[in-house]
């Protein structure tokens, strides 16, 4: 006879599955990467500076230029944007690649170093346009270039800070899953679970970087749990970035939950 165990292991494969395989999406050929795409610093000492390189993956010249830009998340889950070039001296704030050369583009925190909270930016790395030489097969009957516009999470912290988070809400909701990429057309509904984390601390969290527990009953009201690891939760939420004494809810593709409690634990 198979042991209870057994059989839940096996259901939380089947769950993963289902949430590998609603995961796998078609990422279109881009122009040019940036790593790392997430940054952690400090608002004073050796770990305010960090790097960035961009690399030019096109078969043609890459010029790009750098933008800064401060984020605020709101409680409706809405994030603002707001120029703040001024918060960081950028060097070079833009070059100009030649097919696969590569860029170490350095960043410097010039803004207040007694920040009381961790502060997020995206830094953006856009491609700007260049004249094409028609002699070439590159311009040819080419009217139209494409311009890929990249970000990096770049978040500074007070030194010393610490963050606190706790899921405060859980349950089961149904979704609309975001547009494909490439696509403007909303995805279809989903099963999942909406967790609410409450971080109340002063230095910000990278959720992803834990395994979550997901504890709870299926509709019929049996034992079920899910973990997710920070493999699958990237995917999902990117980086999990939870703002200082804030909040953030993420909704997750985890189909099978019933109505009643939810519970969320994390594990290193």
Not at 54 to 82: D, H, P, S
Not at 237 to 253: D, E, I, K, W
Request: charged letters at 20%; a neutral charge.
């Amino acid at each position: 006879m198979m042991s209870a165990l057994t059989m839940l292991k096996r259901r939380g494969r089947t769950v993963l599955g289902a949430l590998a395989a609603m995961l796998l999406l078609a990422v279109p050929a881009l122009a040019m990467r940036v790593s790392p795409m997430v940054l952690e610093m400090e608002s004073r000492g050796s770990a305010a500076v960090a790097r960035i390189e961009v690399q030019n993956i096109n078969a043609g010249t890459l010029a790009f230029q750098t933008r800064v830009y401060r984020m605020n998340y709101e409680a409706n889950g809405k994030i603002t944007e707001t120029p703040a070039d001024e918060d960081f001296l950028i060097f070079p704030p833009q070059g100009v690649l030649p097919a696969s050369g590569r860029q170490v583009i350095r960043l410097q925190w010039v803004g207040d170093p007694d920040i009381a909270t961790s502060q997020a930016y995206y830094v953006a790395v856009e491609q700007l346009p260049v004249a094409l030489d028609p002699t070439t097969e590159e311009g040819v009957g080419a009217k139209l270039q494409v311009l890929y516009h990249m970000r990096a999470l770049v978040v500074v912290a007070p030194p010393g800070a610490q963050p606190n988070v706790t899921a405060t809400e859980a349950h089961q909701v149904n979704y609309q899953l975001p547009p494909a990429p490439g696509s403007t057309e909303k995805g279809p509904m989903q099963d999942g679970v909406a967790v609410t984390l409450t971080n109340s601390g002063r230095r910000h969290a990278m959720m992803s970087e834990l395994t979550w527990q997901i504890e709870g009953t299926d509709r019929e009201g049996q034992y079920l749990r899910v973990d997710l690891s920070p493999e699958e939760l990237s995917r999902v939420v990117g980086s999990g970035y939870t703002p200082a004494l804030g909040q953030r809810t993420f909704n997750l593709p985890v189909p099978g939950f019933g109505p009643g409690p939810i519970k969320v634990l994390f594990k290193k």
